[in-house]
């Protein structure tokens, strides 16, 4: 049963671990970066995140959760972020967590305060429209980027843009999916429009796996993408050699 005292017994056991999404240019395929995705070896298995993730959510375990991620990135990928200033690397973080100065004590307490230009603190567009689509961030948060994770492109999307401080908009992979057979609804399609004239986003694209959606992507205006068209979810080791091949 996952719940959160076998969650908070695979903290205690180090039975979490990380593995990093590679983040690609569209426009010339060249790696940008990562996110930073948790996993969990329960009992010889990988635990499949939907099965733990929604149980930390808004308990005292998301903080507990987040602060060992940003531990975890700052001793994987701490010296590479030093060694290239042009990268990030962003984290999932529900938004109990946010404004209450967790986030930048983690990544003060991980010695990641010289590099917080290049982390993403990433936001779930559908946890977000539980509160009131205002995220809360502390003036010290605000020093890494923010991303909006999951967008769906709906009128729900543009009014939560319009009510807080985004930098980075990921779209859903149920866009993209539209994108191997056909054209997404036109108002979803208008909604990019209008997200890329306005020029104020990074556009990410999730769940990219074939060449014909990355094609299209690129020419809809987006910046950057992920998905297993790129590659898979790698090491802290297999990422950095990733990162080097594809410069």
Request: proline share 4%; charged share 25%.
């Amino acid at each position: 049963m996952i719940d959160l005292d076998a969650i908070r017994t695979g903290l205690d056991r180090r039975e979490f671990f990380l593995e990093y999404l590679p983040t690609v240019a569209l426009a010339d395929r060249r790696c940008v970066g990562c996110e930073a995705l948790i996993r969990w070896r329960r009992d010889g298995r990988v635990v499949p995140p939907l099965q733990f993730i929604p149980v930390i959510e808004n308990t005292e375990l998301a903080g507990m959760v987040t602060d060992w991620v940003i531990e975890a990135i700052a001793h994987e990928l701490g010296d590479w972020l030093r060694q290239h200033d042009d990268v990030h690397i962003s984290l999932n973080v529900p938004p109990a967590v946010l404004g209450q100065g967790g986030v930048a004590a983690a990544i003060a307490n991980s010695n990641l305060l010289d590099v917080i230009g290049q982390l993403v603190v990433e936001v779930a567009e559908r946890t977000v429209a539980r509160d009131t689509n205002v995220i809360p961030f502390n003036a010290a948060e605000r020093r890494a980027r923010i991303a909006l994770d999951d967008t769906a492109l709906t009128e729900a999307s543009l009014i939560t843009l319009s009510q807080s401080r985004i930098d980075i908009v990921k779209i859903d992979k149920p866009f993209v999916d539209q994108l191997q057979h056909e054209e997404p609804a036109p108002a979803k399609l208008a909604a990019l429009a209008k997200l890329r004239r306005d020029g104020k986003y990074i556009l990410v694209a999730e769940g990219v796996e074939s060449a014909a959606q990355a094609e299209r992507l690129q020419q809809l205006g987006v910046h950057l993408a992920q998905g297993w068209y790129f590659s898979h979810p790698l090491s802290a080791e297999h990422f950095r050699n990733y990162f080097d091949a594809n410069q």
